[in-house]
DNA sequence: GAGCGTAGTTGAACACGTTCAAGAAGGGGC
DNA sequence: GCCCCTTCTTGAACGTGTTCAACTACGCTC
């Protein structure tokens, strides 16, 4: 018996080894196209004839454009979350490792703020697998809200324990809403949104520490609990 | 082919008279037709069959679709500041008040949940002037933020004079984190956004009724100061 | 009235995202 | 070899938002 190439391919993360070969030629000649000249320029005929295909056999793969943006979204999320693992190596105080995470994925999305606005308007939508409440994002928002549990984990400050259990999931909830101001800013090398973190991240910082004094208990229930009730 | 009958319509407002209407008959046939069947299925072929003139003369009068949808928004903000000026009209508890202005936020938009969402997508592009940051939402905007400062003025409770300053602002903010919410919002009825009104209301009273303290002083004054910086 | 310039109007044409019926490639089972 | 089935691939075709050169209607001055 001849061995062939192809592994025995059971059901593990390749389907078969042809289809999976040019869905990730179609998706790297798409991240690049999108990287090259954004979003709204980068037509599916554009992407089909520089990756050698039809323009049938991208929707073969892919459903839509939007599916394709999603492969970009992850190759940036990745980068950011990898980023931060070396960042977050070493324990520090919580507003450190905050500021860094933080200021790390703005510097992570710094190079496509361009056409960043183009694509986030898809994310927006909300039946969108792009939104990052989709269930489709789920992956990337859980590796994200992992993310952040390191950051509250390696950190050597107090917080309070009911807190900490959901800080994690709201400092992303942060982040995104940091990613939002990112995305309408204007300034040069969007300057304020560096400002925003520099600001927010001690900002945070003391209304965590402030959670752990009794008088704040009844507030900072209320939050947790209404945040609970409604995500 | 079908001629409306053109009355004078003596101009108050209008530029000119006849391109003025024409303007109204497109835009009032847009906004029926957005009500009726939302905003993908709406072609801009169908608006001008339906409103009696040729494609090209919609893009005279508005640079895209988009723009169409923009007197759509205004119209629903309209009957917002309409409906509170009537709930405002006498004075009541700051918690009152700012509930039940966000509250008929909410109920007035209830009817467009269903195609809210295509539209919020282009709202959340940067450039777009449905944005609510647009120089275009301006008016809406100033309306909106007037409608939350006579919340505020017209407020029994006491409220700290640095913070009241900025109060109407923050307010609106909130308003349109509930609507980012509301748009993914999927409970029935929308319930979860009411929910979210009903308990952030009295959350939001709190903070403020929080901030005359002394000791919160300079939290609040931190970030009063940074909301300055960056809006 | 004649001429002229601006405002208003038209519909064909363009490029795009997406669909689909049709075909090609590949790989077992006999 | 042959058949059959699944997976993969194609490109023409559809409907969309948008553009544009051409045309018409209107108000103005002389």
Known sequence: MVRTVVEPATSDTEPTAKGEQTRRLIVDTAVRL????????TTMRAIATAAGVSVGNAYYYFPSKDHLVQAFYTTVQ??????CEQLLAAPGT?????RAAMLAGVETMAPYHGFAGTFFKTAAEPGSPLSPFSAESAPARERSVRMFRSVVDGATTKIDPELRAELPELLWLAQMGVTLYWVHDTSPGQEKTRLLVERSA??????????RFRMFKPVTR??????????
Chains 1, 2 share one sequence.
């Open 94 to 98: 919580f507003v450190d490792r905050l």
């Open 222 to 231: 209320e939050i947790l609990s209404l945040y609970r009730l409604l995500r």
């Open 34 to 41: 999108f990287g090259e000249q954004g979003y709204d320029k």
């Open 202 to 211: 001690p900002l945070i910082d003391r209304l965590v520490a402030m959670s």
């Open 78 to 83: 990745d980068a950011h979350a990898e980023a």
